[in-house]
């Protein structure tokens, strides 16, 4: 779509920067912009227009990590409210922001998706900090991979507290030993989590990222609820229906024929999972490590300052976001795979199972693991965490002087809320991919590229030809 993976600028003229919109009794027959217009009737340009697509899209990605913190923050703490409120205020003005004849001033446009991301930076710091309040620190651990037995319930999303809610209510009645929890995709870190580890029937993982469900869920035989996005529903797949009947949906999630658990009632999903038959053939012997909380690395900072001050440690590469299908994705497997052993890995989201079967082992001369799982996608702040602490520790002012490198993969509107957070902090020189965002057109593009030095990595034919050469100017 745009050829500015080097930082080289876009040709305005050679590109598609028609705009669209119809959100008013104004709009053109078919929406300002169907028949080519660059300009809406309210003199809206297709500049300003993306703009706000992007802002729409940041809001979105910004209340659901606020829905997930509401329902952990504590109501009667005075600082955890005025947090919320100040998301809150973000989200609104956003919106408003984008209403037919409000706005139409370029440099305020840029502002508030500024102000948006630092929103994203609040509501992922008060996420994890719910988080590790409510669960404890997550520390390092090794757990099965696709290994189950026995009774089970399959939860896949980001929920901590709907799991954790589920294996009390399991422990309630008195069915431990008779009902095994596993987790899938994004759910991957809560093994890391002291107090959700307690609970010994969370057992292992299953499967990898978010759209293996139907085929994975098609061979498990027993429960599943699904507790925020990513659902395929019954429209894109025919697989759905081989295990709708025992599927369950969570909150805001919900597909047709799915069951819903309401007011946090799970104990339809508990008799259900024993009526099922007990789970068989996933009897894999892989294993996968979990738990690089960044407070917990930022224990080891005595190490791994001395490791890169001894040139043990010469980089660290955030291979992180949330993962799509496809061939492009590999381009991130290949970019860890081809790093130098004095390289750290550290990465989040569901993009990290493109890689994390790999035993990339310690850093040469150390016990710094080269692999860091920093968790979900929310826990992306994580790597921010590092970095500051790290700077402050080295006397450097800039983060962009760290040698640090950040290859972001990126789906959906959380990302979008994430990629906005690094913007505010004035993070530059982030590679993004394996697709460039069609909300972009070329103005934008040069913006960002101008301002951040972006790169996109436009859906590389040749994901490991591709992820060689740039991994070769990155270390350069």
Not at 410 to 436: C, D, H, R, T
Request: proline share 4%; aromatic share 8%.
């Amino acid at each position: 779509m745009f050829d500015i993976f080097s930082g080289k600028k876009e040709d305005a003229t050679s590109k598609d920067t028609n705009m669209f919109c119809y959100q008013c009794e104004m709009s053109m027959t078919d929406g300002c912009g169907s028949n080519g217009q660059d300009i809406g009737t309210c003199g809206k340009s297709a500049l300003e227009s993306r703009l706000q697509d992007m802002m729409i899209f940041g809001t979105k990605g910004l209340a659901a990590y606020r829905s997930h913190a509401r329902e952990l923050i504590n109501e009667d703490s005075q600082e955890d409210r005025d947090r919320l409120l100040k998301i809150d205020d973000v989200i609104s003005q956003s919106m408003y922001f984008t209403l037919t004849n409000v706005n139409f001033n370029f440099d305020e446009h840029i502002a508030q998706l500024m102000k948006l991301g630092s929103a994203g930076v609040e509501v992922l710091d008060l996420l994890s900090d719910s988080h590790t309040k409510h669960f404890g620190i997550p520390t390092p651990v090794k757990i099965t991979q696709n290994r189950a037995e026995g009774h089970a319930i399959l939860v896949s999303g980001h929920n901590l507290d709907m799991l954790s809610r589920l294996l009390k209510r399991i422990k309630e009645r008195g069915l431990e030993d008779k009902i095994n929890v596993y987790t899938h995709s994004e759910m991957l870190p809560a093994h890391g989590y002291p107090q959700l580890r307690e609970y010994k029937n969370l057992k292992g993982n299953i499967g990898k990222a978010w759209f293996d469900q139907t085929d994975l869920f098609s061979k498990w035989q027993g429960a599943i609820v699904v507790n925020t996005n990513c659902i395929v529903p019954r429209g894109k797949s025919a697989k759905v229906d081989s295990y709708i009947d025992r599927l369950y949906t969570y909150d805001m999630v919900g597909i047709d024929g799915a069951k819903k658990i309401e007011e946090h009632n799970y104990d339809a999903l508990i008799d259900h999972a024993l009526q099922l038959p007990k789970v068989s053939g996933f009897e894999s012997d892989e294993t996968l490590t979990t738990g690089h909380h960044y407070k917990t690395i930022l224990t080891l900072a005595p190490q791994i300052l001395e490791a890169v001050s001894e040139g043990k440690i010469t980089k660290f590469f955030v291979i992180a976001g949330c993962d799509a299908p496809g061939k492009g994705g590999e381009y991130f497997r290949e970019m860890a795979k081809e790093l130098p052993p004095s390289a750290v890995i550290i990465t989040s989201s569901c993009g990290k199972f493109r890689f994390n079967d790999i035993d990339f082992g310690n850093v040469p001369g150390t016990q710094i693991p080269r692999y860091l799982d920093l968790g979900q996608c929310n826990d992306s702040n994580g790597a921010v965490h590092i970095a500051i602490a790290v700077a402050n520790a080295l006397g450097v002012k800039d983060l962009n002087d760290l040698p640090v490198e950040i290859v972001l993969s990126w789906m959906e509107q959380k990302a979008v809320i994430i990629l906005l957070a690094l913007f505010s902090l004035g993070i530059k020189n982030i590679y993004l991919g394996p697709k460039a965002p069609q909300f972009i057109n070329s103005d934008i593009a040069n913006f960002l590229v101008d301002t951040f030095n972006i790169h996109v990595i436009d859906n590389p034919k040749e994901p490991r030809v591709q992820a060689k050469k740039d991994l070769e100017e990155l270390l350069a």
